[in-house]
Structure formats: C-alpha cells, structure tokens
C-alpha cells in the first residue's frame, strides 16, 4: 500500500544536475502541456537545470514527431540524436538500488580510497561470478533485438525489461544522472551514447555496454555487433571490430597474478597499429565489484604509467576502444556522448574478469548461445 494523494507523493526532482527526492507540486509547464510530469524541487533549481531540461521538449512544429536537440555544428560525422528522449524508466519496488539511483551521486565511489584494490574473499567472489552471468544473459537479450529498423530506444528497453525480470539495477541509469539503463553507441560514437529514437540502418555497427548491480555486486561488459549483413561486407568496419575484438582476448590471456595493469595497453596498442588503427586515450578500463568503478585505472594504449599488479581475488575489466581514424575524441552537449573528432568509426569489446591463483576467469564470457561473435575479414 502506499500513498497516491498529489500532496504526500514524493518523486525525483527533473533538474539534471539535482534528482533530489522532493513533495513539491513545481511541474514544467511546457511538459505538463504535453502530457508529462516533470516536478521540481524549487523554481530555481528549474531555472538553473532550464538548458538541459528544455532539451526533452519537442519542437513546437515537431509535435509526436522526432527532432535533432542540437546544432549542425557539433556534429563530427554523419550520426545525429534522435529525440526527444523517453522518460525515465520506472524501477520495480523490490529491486535494491545502488547508492546513486536515487540523486545520481556515487558517494561509495567517491569515498573509495584512490589506491587500494579490493581482494574479493570467498562470498565476493560468488557474487560477482552470479551478477556477471546474468549480465551476459542481459546482453545477448539485447544482442539479439539489434537489426535494421530498431531504435536504440527499442534496445533500452530490452534490457531494462530483462533487469527487472532478473531482479537487477541497471547500474548506468541515473548513475551521475545518465538517463538511460543501457549505452548504446552507433557507428563515430566511442562509448557512452544514449539511446534514442534513431532506427538502426543496414550497415551500422553498434556497441551495447551492459552493467548490471545484482546481490551488492556490479557487472560490466559490452560487445560491437554488425547491423545487417552490409557492415559484414565492408572491409574497414570488419577489420576495426575484428580487430578491437582480437586485442581485448590478446590482453585478457596475459591475465595472472604479478602482471602489471600498464601492460595491456602495449599489447593492445601493438595489434591496433598492425591492422592500421589508433587506441582511445580518454577512457579506461577500471576495477569493479561493490562499486560500479573503483581502482585499478586501467588505459588501452601503449608506454602508459598505470600503477600496480594484478593479485588473485580483484576484479577488473579491459574495454579497450578503438578507431579507424584519429585516437581524438569530443563530447556531444548532452555531456554523455563521445564521438570521434573526425567523424569515423570507433568499436569496443569489455569483459569484467576475476584474477584466480594462477590466471584468469572472464566471468562475462560468452555462452554457446550467445549472438554476435566474430566474423571473417573481407
Ligand atoms: N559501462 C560503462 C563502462 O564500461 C560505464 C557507463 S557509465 C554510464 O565503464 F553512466 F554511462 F552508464
Ligand atoms: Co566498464
């Protein structure tokens, strides 16, 4: 049972940069006139989140119909958002929710010590082999949705549906207030895109990245997938993903007690270069257990000064991102979006994996059902 009366209702303030549980009845009136409820908790927390907000209201001449929140010139290539965005997807009541889903700050995160790396014990160890296994399982659900004509939109919530039938958080939703349970990165977007109203075409790729928090424990992989048979046939895009593919298992078979967190970027920087490729510098792979993101630092690129060795019983992920043109990356105005400043194709592959005593386990590895996987070079 719970309250419904308009007066006690308690829900989350709309400002971007708030998301603080709040009982006012501030609503924006230009949401209200479309039919949806965006309560504020102050009119000048309205004021100060108006930029960002005003961005989910469609167009005046644009009613019910798609329309692109942002100027010709902040776009590198040919991909543009697609809004507005869908409203913020409810989570079921008996989902336990990490620190942040509630006003977008990760304080356990923040509070981690920048240096120690969590050695998981025996029931650590459980709880991420359990929530990465039904991340897999997430992502193949949405894997298997992606084909020409889906929107991005479509793929949110695909996963969000499979989380709550699972019991599990979607750990990006609300985390530093992203919007969406899922990144979806089309075709020039490194990492971290939203989903939206764009139908994939014929000829796209895509990179799903799934986290997940389930039993106290997060988990984080993403895969690059073909959409439609024409981007199997193109040269370039196959050997890109082809090649981001190789170079995340490459590093993932040094794995053991003793190696050093700075030597992966050798080798995936070594296998980048030989097929004609540049490596991502601004996004790292990172530990991962309790907290969403936490120590190790863990770059992809060659000769980089990460501190420390992998010991048995940390978890970490590799997600190396790679591009067929310039390492350079820039941000769309949604603060979110990572393209690459030329405009050309960019792939990723991550695995979450738990060092053991003497190697390694991938505890996202992928299951004989599993869509995608890799196809010949053309
Ligand atoms: N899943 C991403 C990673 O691999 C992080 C996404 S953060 C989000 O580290 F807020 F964009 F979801
Ligand atoms: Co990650």
């Not at 008996?94 to 006003?103: H, S, W």
């Not at 989380?163 to 992203?178: E, G, I, Q, T, V």
């Not at 936490?294 to 997600?319: D, L, Q, S, V, W």
Request: aromatic share 6%; net charge neutral; with cysteine.
């Amino acid at each position: 049972m719970s309250a419904t009366d308009d007066e006690t209702r308690i829900t989350q303030c709309c400002g971007s940069d708030c998301g603080k549980d709040t009982n006012t009845r501030l609503k924006c009136p230009t949401c209200l006139k479309n039919g949806v409820e965006s309560v504020f908790c102050s009119q000048a927390c309205f004021k100060r989140n108006w930029k960002t907000h005003k961005a989910v209201h469609p167009k005046a001449d644009t009613e019910g119909k798609t329309y692109d929140p942002f100027p010709a010139g902040v776009y590198t290539g040919t991909l543009h958002a697609c809004y507005p965005l869908a409203p913020r997807r409810a989570v079921d009541p008996d989902v336990v929710l990490p620190d942040y889903a509630r006003d977008g700050m990760p304080r356990s995160e923040q509070g981690a010590r920048a240096t120690t790396i969590e050695i998981l014990d025996k029931d650590g160890i459980e709880g991420m082999r359990k929530v990465c296994r039904i991340g897999r399982e997430v992502l193949d659900a949405a894997a298997a949705a992606v084909k020409p004509g889906v929107t991005t939109d479509e793929i949110d919530a695909v996963v969000h549906a499979e989380c709550m039938k699972h019991k599990a958080y979607p750990s990006p939703l609300n985390y530093y207030h992203f919007p969406r349970s899922v990144c979806t990165s089309v075709n020039e977007v490194i990492c971290h895109g939203i989903p939206d109203q764009r139908p994939l075409e014929d000829g796209d790729i895509v990179n799903l990245d799934i986290s997940i928090y389930l039993g106290g424990y997060h988990a984080d992989l993403n895969e690059t997938y073909y959409v439609g048979d024409k981007a199997k046939n193109d040269p370039d895009t196959v050997r890109l993903v082809e090649t981001t593919r190789e170079a995340l298992d490459m590093s993932i078979k040094t794995v053991k007690p003793g190696v050093l967190f700075r030597s992966f970027g050798d080798i995936i920087e070594k296998h980048a270069k030989a097929n004609k490729l540049s490596v991502v510098r601004t996004y790292s792979g990172h530990g991962v257990n309790s907290l969403f993101h936490c120590p190790p630092n863990i770059p992809h690129y060659a000769r980089n000064k990460a501190i420390g060795m992998a010991k048995a019983g940390m978890c970490f992920t590799i997600e190396p991102m790679l591009n067929l043109g310039s390492y350079r990356d820039s941000m769309w105005p949604d603060n979110w979006t990572a393209v690459t400043v030329d405009g050309k194709r960019s792939a990723q592959f991550e695995h979450t994996l738990l060092v053991t005593e003497d190697g390694v386990e991938v505890l996202t590895a992928r299951l004989p059902t599993s869509p995608g996987g890799p196809v010949p070079r053309v």
